[in-house]
């Protein structure tokens, strides 16, 4: 497994920005597909972006366009670039790491998982 540590999240008006990192602390980090998920209280656990070792990207819809999922192999770190954010983006954001060569959707289908960073969106 893969220790990964996010930071980067708070508290900003909506239509602000924010930057989440996520740090691996394992050699061999631009081998694993790498996603963002994020978890409001109630809710289930939901998709935001993926990227793999290509660095071929996938976003779920309701971020398409606000969102950017990066990654700097070399500095093992993973970002996610939040623009013009939404009440609705509030959750607890989460990067995790998957081995193989293909990205997934699923959570189930990552091996490693950050503790996660707040991030809330006032109107």
């Known amino acids: 497994q893969v220790h990964l540590v996010e930071s980067g999240g708070g508290s900003v008006q909506a239509g602000g920005s924010l930057r989440l990192s996520c740090t691996a602390s394992?050699?061999?980090?631009?081998?694993?597909?790498m996603g963002w998920f994020r978890q409001a209280p109630g809710k289930e656990r939901e998709r935001v972006a993926n990227i793999d070792r290509y660095g071929s990207t996938s976003y779920a819809d309701s971020v398409k366009g606000r969102f950017t999922i990066s990654r700097h192999n070399a500095q093992n770190t993973l970002y996610l670039q939040m623009n013009s954010l939404k009440p609705e983006d509030t959750a607890m954001y989460y990067c995790?790491?998957?081995?193989?060569?293909?990205?997934?959707?699923?959570?189930?289908?990552?091996?490693?998982w950050g503790q996660g960073t707040q991030v809330t969106v006032s109107s």
């Open positions: 394992e050699y061999g980090f631009g081998y694993y597909c």
């Open positions: 995790a790491a998957r081995s193989g060569v293909h990205c997934a959707w699923s959570p189930n289908d990552y091996n490693s």
